[in-house]
């Protein structure tokens, strides 16, 4: 599990290959993720929105910007966490994912909040 924190918003991530769904033999991987987001600091925040950076190891880039996650836009009062799972697809047997959550907190600032880069890999790739 890969874990970042920022701004008093911490953010733990674990991938997991999904064999069942993915077809190797056309290129095509597929993997969910389990993401925590703990608010420790004293201000309550909300998550406006997300940006991914999806890399393969055939160097494919997939840049993924969006509202919320999962269909939600959380608000985390100090001490709460809040977690999803969700998924990507790559087009080979290893890669990675990083990016940032948008959140604003009472006062309707805005920031910036790391998701650390995690791997994404079939199990067996890496030694």
Not at 100 to 115: L, R
Not at 120 to 125: D, M, N, R
């Amino acid at each position: 599990m890969e874990e970042a924190t920022t701004e008093g918003v911490n953010v733990k991530v674990e991938s997991f290959y999904v064999d069942l769904n993915s077809i190797p033999e056309e290129d095509y991987y597929v993997f969910a993720y389990l993401v925590k987001i703990k608010n420790i600091s004293q201000r309550t925040v909300k998550l406006l929105r997300r940006h991914w950076i999806i890399t393969d190891s055939n160097g494919e880039i997939n840049d993924v910007k969006g509202e919320g996650v999962v269909g939600e836009q959380p608000i985390l009062k100090p001490g709460d966490e809040y977690q999803y799972n969700s998924g990507s697809h790559l087009k080979s047997p290893m890669g990675t994912m990083q990016g940032s959550y948008i959140m604003t907190n009472t006062e309707g600032i805005e920031f910036e909040v790391n998701i650390p880069c995690f791997t994404l890999a079939v199990p067996g790739i890496i030694n």
